[in-house]
């Protein structure tokens, strides 16, 4: 897919109160995404697709300064909670979302005056993979970028794509010692008995297998 500046792209009105979803799969429509809005629908969070933006890896010389991911930042700003989508690859987060990590060091050279603005926000993670569950590692660069950054990490929210369990497996990976329901209130989620029982699963009856890789 060719690349398009987010200069020239309409931009999302993220609204202060709300997480924003930050999808970074390589597919627009994927079993990333699906989970995504089955955890946080439309109504509770906007989604933004790194996939349409401009966004080159970390250069010790600001060489992609210029590119979309300031003004994708600046764009993130308003939510106090950030939700990363990203699928399992390779047992850790996908290269988007890495290269995300990595371009918020620019916050910390820079930009350091965006970068403040992280303090206090929360970061939590949505993701999908094949196996049932999280490799253990998971969660710690979630854990200590957030330490590093000032940031409150929520926990990951992991489901087996073709599970049809798909719906009902979130919050496995809430660290030990957090509170739960809090972690679910600061994402204005639903009570996961509420529409996630097995009759109104949403995957059910869908062919997630096909769409496995
Ligand atoms: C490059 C690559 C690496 C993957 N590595 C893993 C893995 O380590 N563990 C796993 O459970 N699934 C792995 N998968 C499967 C994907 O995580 C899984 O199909 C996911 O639901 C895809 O999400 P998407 O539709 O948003 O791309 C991998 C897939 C790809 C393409």
Not at 22 to 51: C, K, Q, W
Not at 53 to 62: D, K
Not at 122 to 138: D, E, H, N, R, W
Not at 177 to 185: A, I, L, P, T, Y
Request: glycine share 6%; proline share 7%; hydrophobic share 35%.
């Amino acid at each position: 897919m060719k690349a398009v500046h987010l200069s020239t792209l309409c931009l999302m009105h993220i609204n202060p109160n709300q997480p924003v979803i930050l999808l970074t799969s390589s597919r627009s429509n994927g079993n990333t995404f699906d989970l995504s809005r089955i955890v946080l629908p439309e109504d509770r969070a906007p989604l933004i697709d790194f996939s349409i933006h401009n966004i080159g890896c970390f250069s010790y010389s600001y060489a992609n300064a210029g590119d979309d991911f300031l003004p994708l930042v600046e764009q993130l700003m308003p939510s106090p909670v950030w939700v990363i989508a990203t699928p399992l690859h390779w047992y850790t987060m996908s290269a988007q979302a890495k290269t995300f990590f990595d371009r918020l060091s620019d916050l910390l050279s820079f930009r350091q005056s965006l970068g403040h603005q992280l303090r206090g926000k929360a970061l939590a993670v949505i993701s999908t993979g094949t196996t049932p569950s999280l490799p253990s590692a998971f969660n710690q660069p979630f854990e200590l970028s957030c330490e590093y950054l000032g940031m409150n990490f929520l926990g990951s929210y992991y489901a087996q794509s073709g599970s049809r369990y798909f719906c009902r497996k979130i919050f496995s990976s809430v660290p030990a010692g957090k509170n739960r329901q809090k972690s679910r209130d600061r994402l204005c989620l639903r009570r996961p008995d509420s529409s996630a029982s097995p009759r109104s699963d949403p995957t059910r009856g869908r062919n997630m297998g096909s769409r496995m890789t």
